[in-house]
């Protein structure tokens, strides 16, 4: 079964200082990944994806996302966080049909929230 | 382009009252579509999703009911809310292939007074 565990529920930055939003994955197959933010009471955006090409994934705002395989992670980083940036961010497995996943259907994690300090 | 529509943005129900929650997409044909349901740090759950007019699927049991009355157009309903269907509900779609991103509307505030 795929599963996918943020490992921290918080994160506070300082404006101007790097930004790393760890993400582990379980998946019996290769999966797909993916990074959403979500501002307050809004919508979830893409903010990039895996899909088995570059395990390096560049994505809007300046985010970007590794995929190790070895280490079963997919961490989002930025090189220098903006107050525009705080949000909630959730990384997602892509389920698998095979595995008693519906079609299409994502697996989300349970989000980190991003503070940024001026 | 694609773009989803969903609304109400906000709404206040007593409880016991009847739900319906509407959403459209433009632009594409044949989308997967879905309803999450996003309550205070649990992050998302699926409620509903559908491949096709008419055919839905219920992740979990519960107070909701879903239709697929036309291929772009998804409703969410309830006959009597329950003060726990309180939280932010998602719209979402898909093209119908594995390993693909979903596309979000801007959500619906539900409290259940």
């Known amino acids: 079964a795929q599963s996918v565990t943020q490992l921290d529920s918080h994160v506070s930055v300082s404006e101007g200082t790097p930004v790393l939003l760890r993400c582990n994955y379980s998946?019996?197959?290769?999966?797909?990944l993916f990074w959403y933010v979500q501002h307050p009471n809004k919508g979830l955006q893409l903010l990039l994806k895996?899909?088995?090409?570059?395990?390096l994934v560049k994505g809007i705002n300046g985010f970007e996302a590794e995929f190790k395989k070895s280490e079963t992670s997919f961490h989002l980083t930025k090189p220098s966080a903006h107050m525009s940036d705080a949000a909630e961010y959730f990384c997602?497995?892509?389920?698998?049909?095979?595995?008693?996943?519906?079609?299409?259907?994502?697996?989300f994690g349970k989000g980190t929230k991003l503070s940024v300090k001026p | 382009s694609q773009t989803i529509h969903q609304w109400p943005a906000t709404l206040v129900q007593p409880v016991g009252s009847p739900l319906s929650l509407e959403c459209t997409v433009e632009?594409?044909?044949?989308?997967?579509l879905y309803w999450y349901r996003q309550a205070a740090g649990r992050g998302l759950q699926l409620l509903f999703y559908?491949?096709?007019?008419?055919?839905i699927s219920s992740e979990v049991p519960q107070n909701l009911s879903a239709s697929r009355p036309q291929d772009r157009q998804f409703i969410l309903s309830s006959k009597k809310l329950l003060l726990s269907d309180s939280g932010f509900y998602l719209c979402?779609?898909?093209?119908?292939?594995?390993?693909?991103?979903?596309?979000f509307g801007q959500g619906t505030r539900l409290t259940v007074v």
């Open positions: 979402a779609w898909s093209i119908g292939r594995q390993n693909t991103e979903a596309f």
């Open positions: 998946s019996s197959y290769s999966p797909s």
């Open positions: 895996y899909t088995s090409a570059a395990t």
């Open positions: 997602v497995v892509s389920a698998d049909m095979n595995y008693g996943g519906s079609q299409g259907n994502l697996i």
């Open positions: 632009g594409t044909s044949n989308p997967n």
């Open positions: 559908s491949v096709g007019i008419g055919q």
